[in-house]
């Protein structure tokens, strides 16, 4: 063990204590805590040489462990419920649905998981009889999808599966009192494992209609998938029959469209033609789970102790779940039955080059444990991170210039800082749009009349989303042209991808049409100078936002200017998120603000948005602004039953164009993530769709090691400093003390 | 005494009942059970009937405080306030709007707040006690000149900036303590050091200050200089006359807290990532768990009411004139 203090070599020698009270005092008393320190230090760190500031065990020390963290505890971690990115960081890992999306090749593209291959739709008319794969979809009555699973998969170790010297399940009839001292999964004795088979995707399949479950998928799916309807309504008929919170057994009940073939196969019967259904078998919602953990998991006394499916996944990925305290810590373990899955030796350009592609055949998973320690704030774990204690991290706004510089040809860079300590930085696209929406039900900004389309086309030209970007968003992100991202099918580049309302294309890139043509068209609209051309008042209009605080005034002022070059009057209506929604449900706002995430790469997932049957006014569906084209509407139902090809980029066009000409959203950015990692994580590369990227990483824990040594030694000499300064000031004050006790009582 | 304490049991009843009807009310107006489905059930894709089925499971499809279509009784136990909260009062929590159980949660999480809290209530009291009596030992003195200027320094500060620098400067700087974290056992030491160190020097310029106070008041009284005439040191003076007599103003502010060090520290468990009841309060805020939220406030309340029953009775130890009368 070293220890850096400069005082080590500035003890005071025997001769000290012949001095003066005083300096006895001083340097007595500093030795004195310097040694606690010491003591202290060293109980801390169990004289290992470990970092004193190390928050991880010491025993993890060399361990092949990748260190991440997690600002809120999942809600759900049960397949059929999980919906949000931060429950899919693990359930991805733990769960293994048919198909996957491959790791680094883009535009992104589906492969087999657990499935044998991606299943390619057989389609079938009203009267059964097969159609050909390029039928026409008003002839297509059924989509047949046969999934093939490979043999030998086996379901992590598991006590509800686990079995007795008789070959019965060892936890399925617990008795009062089998349950004492038992906490979590791990305590029970016994786990047990078995072969993955067709069945548990069937299973899976009927727990979305489980009526207690409220899987938020149900409805879509019941909209396609065949039968799925008919047996949520029997299980909710089941149910009242039950005690309440009593076993509602899905083994009896039986889904028409979905049937096991054979032990390894089985068939999912989808209504009409539905080509972005294969997207859904790589979601967790399609992950195979066995209906002996349902079983387990439903006998009394578990609930009580939180012991559910949705805390303690059952899956056959790389990963299973040891340790789900999520006031704390949740870790994931290497399954010891995954096997079968290697390295891809195949990228895009550029990634042979940057060495992704280095471990290509090699068995994954490579890494034996991730750790997720609880992190509510980003300040103390970005200093973890810069410890070394956190492999990967994020930047956000307060840190953004401590971790990154732009050079002078305006391209991302990190900073020296970072450099020195060996940092990567990663930056991707995210598959997500952000928008202020307009409420087309609007009488001002809304409707389909050439003065609301002007109207709103001069907003779209007055609001700098350039400059937004460079302020707000440190230049992480990309102005949007449309609402399909890049690296979506249907996205175009260059000229041919530019908004002609909005921008012009000059010296080879899209600029911002001026502020002049945007008053024009204002005045054309019928508010010259933004004042009202019959009543001469200013145009007033309001916009609605969940943003509160000091960052989003800045914002919102912001937007407020875009709009005061227009002679326009802007209104915030800041309101809680509650409020907000229940106010765009009822068509109650003029303009808003909004995001969408991706759930899978196809233009139908972002062109819905816009569908004037799925407004959320007449229907509750995600059309926030309750736009309606008849055309679009028509080209939507064309579009989104077909496969990639030349011709559907045509329409894609076509009603990208509508959209650009009825602007019923000023299209404002994509963001752009950035990520960065430490020199001893490798295999990193940013995917917005896949979410079981862990398998691939790989650490060098050796490296880590050194590397936090280097960067944490503890600095003691500040402690001594202090101690000295605080006994000097003691001094005469112990003196006056004295003084005091010995005086005599005045006069 | 006994009889005073089952008095002050049932005096407890009523404002019980009028803590939780506040806190339905405050929930409720900002919140509506549509709302709180939302908050469970996520923001895609959530149907009108996932959020009905949601709300009937869970009891929330009732009316609020008056069901006008119940016959009898049922007009006010058919309500959503009389059924969430009449088990509360036989501290049955029951299960959270997520589905977990608020009684083990808190059983749980209650040790890790209280790893912090007790001994920075300990310490602090100590440190703040010996601070006051230093400088009302040194009276009119430089010591106690600056001594005033240093509290009145530290009460300025905003407890976040001790939070935030203190994990900068012990934790990033000097590299002596893990920044945040949390660890169960004996382990949990490493992870304790610096959020006790904070809670204590945050807590110094205030409550240095009000026992210096308390102290100087107990000192200019003619007791102390009668002890003073018969010649007795300044430090019996202190300890002896001053900080006993001074202990019931003391008492009054540290024994109503004592039962409420369970309950945590809301920014504090957040910064250091302690996964204490703290914590599990604001988590509960923000995700609109109305179920948590209650249990939270009703058993603040009632921690809060057995701490001023303890303060009673805390009184008769230190002062025999005090009688439960």
Same mark, same amino acid.
């Given at each position: 063990?070293?220890?850096?203090?400069?005082?080590?070599?500035?003890?005071?020698?025997?001769?000290?204590?012949?001095?003066?009270?005083?300096?006895?005092?001083?340097?007595?008393?500093?030795?004195?805590?310097?040694?606690?320190?010491?003591?202290?230090?060293?109980?801390?760190?169990?004289?290992?040489?470990?970092?004193?500031?190390?928050?991880?065990?010491?025993?993890?020390?060399?361990?092949?462990?990748?260190?991440?963290?997690?600002?809120?505890?999942?809600?759900?971690?049960?397949?059929?419920?999980?919906?949000?990115?931060?429950?899919?960081?693990?359930?991805?890992?733990?769960?293994?649905?048919?198909?996957?999306?491959?790791?680094?090749?883009?535009?992104?593209?589906?492969?087999?998981?657990?499935?044998?291959?991606?299943?390619?739709?057989?389609?079938?008319?009203?009267?059964?009889?097969?159609?050909?794969?390029?039928?026409?979809?008003?002839?297509?009555?059924?989509?047949?999808?046969?999934?093939?699973?490979?043999?030998?998969?086996?379901?992590?170790?598991?006590?509800?599966?686990?079995?007795?010297?008789?070959?019965?399940?060892?936890?399925?009839?617990?008795?009062?009192?089998?349950?004492?001292?038992?906490?979590?999964?791990?305590?029970?004795?016994?786990?047990?494992?078995?072969?993955?088979?067709?069945?548990?995707?069937?299973?899976?399949?009927?727990?979305?209609?489980?009526?207690?479950?409220?899987?938020?998928?149900?409805?879509?799916?019941?909209?396609?998938?065949?039968?799925?309807?008919?047996?949520?309504?029997?299980?909710?008929?089941?149910?009242?029959?039950?005690?309440?919170?009593?076993?509602?057994?899905?083994?009896?009940?039986?889904?028409?469209?979905?049937?096991?073939?054979?032990?390894?196969?089985?068939?999912?019967?989808?209504?009409?033609?539905?080509?972005?259904?294969?997207?859904?078998?790589?979601?967790?919602?399609?992950?195979?789970?066995?209906?002996?953990?349902?079983?387990?998991?439903?006998?009394?006394?578990?609930?009580?102790?939180?012991?559910?499916?949705?805390?303690?996944?059952?899956?056959?990925?790389?990963?299973?779940?040891?340790?789900?305290?999520?006031?704390?810590?949740?870790?994931?373990?290497?399954?010891?039955?995954?096997?079968?899955?290697?390295?891809?030796?195949?990228?895009?350009?550029?990634?042979?080059?940057?060495?992704?592609?280095?471990?290509?055949?090699?068995?994954?998973?490579?890494?034996?444990?991730?750790?997720?320690?609880?992190?509510?704030?980003?300040?103390?774990?970005?200093?973890?991170?810069?410890?070394?204690?956190?492999?990967?991290?994020?930047?956000?706004?307060?840190?953004?210039?401590?971790?990154?510089?732009?050079?002078?040809?305006?391209?991302?860079?990190?900073?020296?800082?970072?450099?020195?300590?060996?940092?990567?930085?990663?930056?991707?696209?995210?598959?997500?749009?952000?928008?202020?929406?307009?409420?087309?039900?609007?009488?001002?900004?809304?409707?389909?009349?050439?003065?609301?389309?002007?109207?709103?086309?001069?907003?779209?030209?007055?609001?700098?989303?350039?400059?937004?970007?460079?302020?707000?968003?440190?230049?992480?992100?990309?102005?949007?042209?449309?609402?399909?991202?890049?690296?979506?099918?249907?996205?175009?580049?260059?000229?041919?991808?530019?908004?002609?309302?909005?921008?012009?294309?000059?010296?080879?890139?899209?600029?911002?049409?001026?502020?002049?043509?945007?008053?024009?068209?204002?005045?054309? $609209?019928?508010?010259?100078?933004?004042?009202? *051309? /019959?009543?001469? =008042?200013? +145009?007033?209009?309001? &916009?609605?936002?969940? %943003? @509160?605080?000091?960052? $989003?005034?800045?914002?919102?002022?912001?937007? *407020? /200017?875009?709009? =005061?070059? +227009?002679?326009?009057? &802007?209104?915030?209506? %800041? @309101?809680?998120?509650?409020?907000?929604?229940?106010?765009?449900?009822?068509?109650?706002?003029?303009?808003?603000?909004?995001?969408?995430?991706?759930?899978?790469?196809?233009?139908?997932?972002?062109?819905?948005?816009?569908?004037?049957?799925?407004?959320?006014?007449?229907?509750?569906?995600?059309?926030?602004?309750?736009?309606?084209?008849?055309?679009?509407?028509?080209?939507?139902?064309?579009?989104?039953?077909?496969?990639?090809?030349?011709?559907?980029?045509?329409?894609?066009?076509?009603?990208?164009?509508?959209?650009?000409?009825?602007?019923?959203?000023?299209?404002?950015?994509?963001?752009?993530?950035?990520?960065?990692?430490?020199?001893?994580?490798?295999?990193?590369?940013?995917?917005?769709?896949?979410?079981?990227?862990?398998?691939?990483?790989?650490?060098?824990?050796?490296?880590?090691?050194?590397?936090?040594?280097?960067?944490?030694?503890?600095?003691?000499?500040?402690?001594?400093?202090?101690?000295?300064?605080?006994?000097?000031?003691?001094?005469?004050?112990?003196?006056?003390?004295?003084?005091?006790?010995?005086?005599?009582?005045?006069? | 005494?006994?009889?005073?304490?089952?008095?002050?049991?049932?005096?407890?009843?009523?404002?019980?009942?009028?803590?939780?009807?506040?806190?339905?009310?405050?929930?409720?107006?900002?919140?509506?059970?549509?709302?709180?489905?939302?908050?469970?059930?996520?923001?895609?894709?959530?149907?009108?009937?996932?959020?009905?089925?949601?709300?009937?499971?869970?009891?929330?499809?009732?009316?609020?405080?008056?069901?006008?279509?119940?016959?009898?009784?049922?007009?006010?136990?058919?309500?959503?306030?009389?059924?969430?909260?009449?088990?509360?009062?036989?501290?049955?929590?029951?299960?959270?709007?997520?589905?977990?159980?608020?009684?083990?949660?808190?059983?749980?999480?209650?040790?890790?707040?209280?790893?912090?809290?007790?001994?920075?209530?300990?310490?602090?009291?100590?440190?703040?006690?010996?601070?006051?009596?230093?400088?009302?030992?040194?009276?009119?003195?430089?010591?106690?000149?600056?001594?005033?200027?240093?509290?009145?320094?530290?009460?300025?500060?905003?407890?976040?900036?001790?939070?935030?620098?203190?994990?900068?400067?012990?934790?990033?700087?000097?590299?002596?303590?893990?920044?945040?974290?949390?660890?169960?056992?004996?382990?949990?030491?490493?992870?304790?050091?610096?959020?006790?160190?904070?809670?204590?020097?945050?807590?110094?310029?205030?409550?240095?200050?009000?026992?210096?106070?308390?102290?100087?008041?107990?000192?200019?009284?003619?007791?102390?200089?009668?002890?003073?005439?018969?010649?007795?040191?300044?430090?019996?003076?202190?300890?002896?006359?001053?900080?006993?007599?001074?202990?019931?103003?003391?008492?009054?502010?540290?024994?109503?807290?004592?039962?409420?060090?369970?309950?945590?520290?809301?920014?504090?468990?957040?910064?250091?990532?302690?996964?204490?009841?703290?914590?599990?309060?604001?988590?509960?805020?923000?995700?609109?768990?109305?179920?948590?939220?209650?249990?939270?406030?009703?058993?603040?309340?009632?921690?809060?009411?057995?701490?001023?029953?303890?303060?009673?009775?805390?009184?008769?130890?230190?002062?025999?004139?005090?009688?439960?009368?």
């Amino acid at each position: 063990m070293r220890f850096l203090s400069p005082l080590a070599g500035r003890r005071p020698g025997r001769g000290a204590s012949d001095h003066t009270i005083p300096r006895v005092v001083v340097f007595g008393m500093a030795s004195f805590l310097h040694r606690a320190a010491l003591v202290a230090a060293a109980l801390v760190a169990g004289c290992s040489g470990a970092p004193w500031n190390n928050p991880h065990p010491v025993s993890q020390s060399g361990g092949n462990i990748l260190y991440s963290s997690f600002s809120e505890r999942p809600k759900h971690l049960d397949p059929v419920q999980s919906y949000s990115s931060n429950e899919y960081a693990f359930i991805g890992n733990i769960y293994q649905p048919p198909l996957q999306y491959h790791y680094f090749k883009r535009p992104y593209e589906l492969i087999p998981y657990s499935a044998t291959e991606v299943p390619r739709a057989q389609f079938y008319d009203a009267s059964g009889r097969r159609l050909p794969d390029t039928a026409h979809a008003r002839d297509v009555a059924y989509s047949d999808y046969v999934i093939h699973i490979r043999p030998g998969i086996l379901y992590q170790p598991h006590p509800a599966l686990a079995t007795d010297e008789q070959g019965r399940h060892a936890y399925h009839d617990l008795q009062p009192g089998d349950l004492d001292g038992i906490h979590a999964i791990g305590d029970f004795r016994r786990t047990g494992t078995r072969e993955l088979v067709a069945a548990d995707y069937v299973h899976q399949l009927k727990r979305l209609a489980h009526p207690r479950l409220h899987s938020p998928i149900m409805q879509l799916m019941g909209e396609y998938i065949v039968g799925l309807k008919e047996l949520a309504r029997e299980l909710a008929e089941s149910a009242k029959t039950l005690p309440r919170g009593g076993f509602l057994d899905l083994t009896r009940h039986e889904v028409s469209g979905v049937q096991v073939l054979d032990r390894h196969t089985y068939r999912i019967r989808v209504r009409g033609k539905y080509p972005q259904f294969v997207y859904w078998l790589a979601m967790p919602f399609f992950s195979p789970v066995p209906p002996e953990a349902d079983r387990f998991y439903a006998q009394p006394g578990m609930a009580e102790k939180n012991i559910t499916l949705d805390w303690f996944p059952v899956g056959t990925g790389p990963y299973m779940l040891t340790v789900n305290n999520p006031n704390r810590q949740m870790v994931l373990e290497r399954n010891p039955n995954y096997r079968g899955e290697t390295y891809p030796g195949e990228g895009e350009p550029g990634d042979a080059e940057a060495g992704l592609l280095r471990d290509a055949g090699k068995s994954l998973p490579f890494i034996d444990k991730i750790v997720y320690s609880l992190e509510k704030e980003q300040i103390p774990y970005w200093n973890k991170f810069l410890q070394g204690y956190y492999d990967a991290s994020g930047i956000s706004s307060d840190t953004f210039d401590q971790a990154v510089q732009f050079t002078g040809q305006g391209d991302v860079t990190l900073s020296d800082d970072m450099k020195k300590q060996g940092i990567t930085l990663l930056t991707s696209v995210s598959a997500t749009v952000f928008y202020l929406g307009f409420n087309m039900l609007d009488p001002d900004v809304g409707g389909s009349t050439e003065r609301g389309r002007k109207l709103r086309h001069a907003i779209s030209i007055a609001i700098d989303q350039e400059e937004f970007i460079s302020i707000f968003r440190n230049g992480r992100g990309i102005p949007s042209q449309g609402p399909i991202p890049p690296g979506i099918f249907g996205y175009r580049e260059g000229r041919e991808g530019i908004n002609p309302y909005v921008y012009e294309w000059a010296d080879g890139a899209p600029r911002r049409k001026s502020i002049e043509q945007a008053k024009a068209l204002l005045a054309e $609209a019928g508010y010259p100078n933004g004042r009202d *051309a /019959k009543t001469g =008042q200013p +145009l007033l209009l309001n &916009l609605d936002t969940t %943003a @509160t605080g000091p960052d $989003a005034k800045a914002r919102l002022d912001w937007y *407020a /200017k875009q709009f =005061q070059k +227009l002679g326009v009057q &802007l209104a915030i209506r %800041a @309101t809680d998120w509650n409020r907000f929604q229940d106010k765009v449900r009822k068509g109650n706002v003029q303009m808003y603000f909004l995001g969408w995430h991706a759930d899978y790469p196809d233009p139908e997932n972002f062109l819905f948005l816009l569908h004037g049957p799925q407004s959320k006014v007449r229907t509750s569906g995600e059309n926030a602004s309750n736009y309606e084209n008849a055309e679009f509407d028509r080209l939507f139902e064309q579009m989104k039953n077909m496969y990639n090809s030349p011709e559907r980029q045509r329409i894609i066009d076509r009603m990208v164009e509508i959209l650009r000409h009825d602007a019923p959203w000023v299209w404002s950015f994509f963001p752009k993530d950035y990520t960065l990692h430490h020199a001893w994580v490798h295999n990193r590369k940013p995917n917005e769709m896949a979410n079981n990227g862990l398998k691939y990483q790989r650490v060098d824990p050796a490296l880590r090691d050194r590397m936090r040594r280097e960067w944490n030694q503890p600095v003691l000499w500040p402690l001594a400093v202090l101690a000295a300064v605080l006994a000097v000031s003691l001094v005469p004050a112990v003196l006056t003390f004295r003084r005091r006790e010995r005086q005599t009582a005045k006069a | 005494m006994i009889s005073y304490i089952i008095r002050r049991i049932f005096y407890a009843i009523p404002i019980l009942v009028g803590v939780n009807l506040i806190t339905f009310a405050l929930f409720f107006v900002v919140n509506t059970p549509d709302d709180m489905a939302r908050a469970q059930l996520g923001v895609k894709r959530v149907t009108p009937e996932a959020i009905g089925k949601w709300k009937e499971e869970r009891g929330y499809h009732k009316p609020l405080l008056y069901n006008a279509q119940a016959a009898g009784r049922g007009a006010v136990t058919e309500t959503i306030f009389f059924e969430k909260s009449v088990k509360l009062f036989v501290f049955d929590f029951g299960r959270s709007d997520q589905g977990r159980d608020i009684g083990y949660d808190i059983r749980t999480r209650m040790w890790a707040s209280l790893a912090i809290a007790l001994p920075v209530f300990l310490v602090g009291l100590l440190a703040y006690i010996t601070f006051a009596l230093l400088m009302a030992f040194f009276r009119a003195t430089y010591v106690d000149f600056w001594g005033v200027v240093a509290c009145v320094l530290m009460m300025s500060i905003s407890g976040l900036f001790y939070i935030i620098g203190g994990q900068y400067l012990v934790g990033k700087l000097l590299n002596v303590v893990p920044i945040s974290g949390y660890d169960e056992g004996a382990d949990a030491l490493k992870f304790l050091i610096l959020p006790v160190l904070i809670g204590v020097v945050s807590g110094i310029g205030a409550n240095t200050r009000w026992y210096r106070t308390i102290f100087l008041e107990e000192i200019s009284k003619d007791y102390v200089r009668t002890a003073r005439a018969k010649g007795l040191s300044e430090i019996r003076v202190l300890f002896r006359h001053v900080l006993q007599n001074a202990m019931i103003p003391v008492l009054t502010g540290v024994v109503v807290v004592i039962p409420l060090l369970f309950m945590g520290s809301l920014i504090a468990e957040a910064f250091f990532g302690i996964p204490g009841l703290g914590s599990y309060t604001i988590d509960a805020i923000n995700s609109q768990d109305f179920a948590v939220v209650r249990a939270m406030v009703f058993l603040g309340s009632v921690l809060y009411i057995i701490g001023l029953i303890l303060t009673d009775i805390s009184y008769t130890l230190v002062d025999p004139r005090v009688r439960f009368e």
